[in-house]
């Protein structure tokens, strides 16, 4: 892809981001790159702008966020469904989705002004809260659902339907319904598979189930999944540990595939296999 105007976000709390964004915007500015910051990004340097994400979201062909996964998420849930590609610059610790290195900027820098950026398109989950025929919650999530107990710590009880016929009843501290690109989050930690990007599936895993022969299940993508709360009035919906909701007994949560995709920037030559060897450490070598 070959952006012509591209929006900076970068999280405030992170060290080096100032430094960073600085260098950035020095480096578009040398390219003749047009280069919008968000607000809070451009108090970091003592420039102006009143930009929001969503306003960003509108208006340039790419998106730029530095800092960690829960960074790119957090702006993905202020986009407003505008969803321009978006390249990661990892400032924190693991960074499946920031997956350039904080010391690899100028490589990115460079992709973007050569216009040899790769796109990786990411499937999103459609998430509702029905009350009968009524939906009193919509939500797009990049990486998982997540059902889980309230304060108490107690197992509650949820019916999982996949297309309208039941998979099981789960006895659990919640459970995650996650999509490719969240497989290697929060269900990889609760025992789940890591998904290929393109593998068309998604993966429901209990958290701490109550009887342990119950696995996580991968599913379509076209499937229609839908979670029923059977017992503890006191349980909560997130979405990509961002939107935080309540489900009351008389609600049900249903999960589809949603409409739209989110084009993930990579660096030329850079692929799913290669993040995940280097994010998990693996050495290719048993010793």
């Known amino acids: 892809m070959s952006p012509r105007h591209v929006g900076l976000i970068a999280n405030s709390g992170k060290a080096g981001a100032a430094e960073l964004v600085a260098d950035i915007v020095a480096a578009f500015a040398k390219a003749h790159l ?21 306003d960003l979201a509108r208006e340039c062909d790419l998106l730029v966020v530095l ?29 499946f989705l920031t997956c350039v290195t904080s010391g690899d900027w100028p490589k990115a820098i460079e992709a973007i002004t050569t216009g040899t950026l790769q796109l990786s398109k990411r499937s999103l989950l459609d998430v509702e809260i029905r009350r009968g025929s009524q939906t009193l919650h919509r939500r797009l999530a990049l990486n998982d659902a997540v059902i889980t107990r309230g304060e108490l710590s107690r197992l509650i009880r949820l019916n999982v339907l996949v297309d309208r016929t039941v998979l099981s009843e789960y006895n659990a501290d919640g459970l995650i319904v996650a999509t490719p690109t969240g497989s290697t989050a929060y269900s990889l930690s609760a025992g789940g598979p890591v998904l290929t990007p393109d593998s068309g599936a998604f993966v429901i895993t209990p958290i701490c189930p109550h009887v342990l022969t119950m696995r996580p299940v991968m599913v379509s993508d076209k499937a229609l999944i839908e979670v029923v709360p059977k017992a ?14 309540r489900v009351s007994m008389e609600d049900r949560v249903r ?15 850079q692929s799913f296999f290669e993040v995940l060897r280097h994010k998990l450490k693996w050495s290719g070598s048993a010793v």
């Open 232 to 245: 503890v009035d006191d349980i909560f919906l997130t979405l990509d540990g961002q939107d935080h909701l």
């Open 34 to 54: 047009r280069c919008t910051l968000e607000a809070r990004t451009a108090q970091l340097i003592e420039s102006e702008s009143a930009a929001t994400i969503a």
């Open 67 to 95: 800092g960690g996964d829960g960074t790119l998420l957090k702006a993905i849930h202020e986009l407003n469904h505008e969803l321009p590609p978006i390249l990661g610059i990892n400032l924190g610790t693991l960074g």
């Open 255 to 269: 999960i589809t595939k949603a409409s739209q995709t989110l084009s993930l920037a990579l660096l030329p030559g």
